[in-house]
């Protein structure tokens, strides 16, 4: 960074507990801020927009708290919560510039939002940026906080307004598959249990089953929300809310939910609200389930589709793009596929935040960045995923009844429907002859005169095969 400047006059020198650095005199970052960007080369990235607006609204919460329990002189307050409100709007995000994944439990992610807002307070009193006699990063900015409870906090924030998103993309596709479902609800085709002929089915009940599983995804991300609003701001180091005074410890999260238009709440215990990160487990949990329910989905579909002449071929799902290089006309099941990678990576993504929620020592957990890292992407990726899932697949999904309706008629699996009338032993025996000659049940039951032909269309109905309740009455009418 340094090799960009020529001049003494482009710097300006900035020390801490270090030493000394020069920097950019430009820059709204700090000393500390670069030193984590030198520490820290790690994933070539920066900390999600979201986040950096989650601490401005933590920092302007701050602000304004100290300075009603008067301990902010006002006109550091106004600066403060001015240049908050800035980096709310999107400005200076460039100014953020530490790598997601960092040492230190977050406190490079803290500092440099405290630097940040410092010197363009300093600038809007009219001094010089690195002049932290007008206000300081440390004194002014982070009054009455810790790493240890902005960050947990703000990562909780960004969680609360990405997740709305994904909820969101998720009650679409459940509306899509609810529709689906019924467009498709007189398509009799054959069920299948691991991956044989079982018995038939309505494809238009397999997209309600997928509707339902998405209705209870939706109930879990909603419920696990509610986790994410219970937050550790007051607690300072660990918990014991040293260096902030009483007043502001009761006025920080009332003024938070005021700045973020989140209603939040205090832990009631802020040693146990720093020391553990179960709340993002269970959040992360939650997405986890969403995707391998997904993946579930996606399966099927390419399996339903597959072929299409020499597969199931079942359904057709909408073509995208070309399917291969060298064989011409191929179209794959690309939406489904990349559906499963998304739920591939998030499953991935879980492992690592579980294993860093547990890793935790003490009274406090350093590895909240990590946490975030995976989280938000789990987030995003799913939000987008499903976003293409309905629009590039779901919705354009047509069935291939003929192809349903023959699969049936051919299908040994309606054979269970005779066990009522002429026993399990004589319907496996038509089963086998069936599969050894390849005729259809329905001529082997007339030419074994097990049934007669009135009987055999009652009890061989498809329709009825998916109702239970009209097997039942026809069981019992015999």
Known sequence: MEQLFNEEKDFRIESDSIGTRKLPKDAYYGVQTLRAV???????????????????????ASAITNAEVG?????????????????????FYDEFITDPIQGGAGTSMNMNANEVIANRAIEILGGEKGNYSIVHPNDHVNMGQSTNDVIPTAGKITALNLLPKAIKQLMKLHEALVNKSQEFDQVIKMGRTQMQDAVPIRLGQEFAAYSAVIGRDIKRLENAMESLKVVNMGATAIGTGINADKQYENGIVPNLSKVTGISLKQANNLVDGTQNLDGFVEVSGSIKTCAVNLSKIANDLRLMSSGPRTGFGEINLPPKQNGSSIMPGKVNPVIPEVVNQIAFNIIGNDMTITMAAEAGQLELNAFEPVIFYNLFESIETLTNGVNTFINNCIIGITANKKRCKNLVENSVGIVTALCPYIGYKEAARIAKIAMKTEEPVREIILKLGLLD??????????????????????????
């Open 453 to 478: 032909e009135e009987k055999i269309d009652e009890v061989l109905d498809a329709m009825a095969m998916t109702e239970p309740g009209i097997v039942t009455k026809c069981l019992v009418a015999n």
């Open 38 to 60: 030198e520490n820290f080369k790690i994933t070539g990235l920066k900390i999600h927009k979201e986040f950096v607006r989650s601490l401005a609204e933590i920092k302007k």
């Open 71 to 91: 301990l902010l002189d006002k006109s550091i307050q106004n600066a403060i919560v001015e240049a908050c409100d800035e980096i709310i709007d999107g400005r």
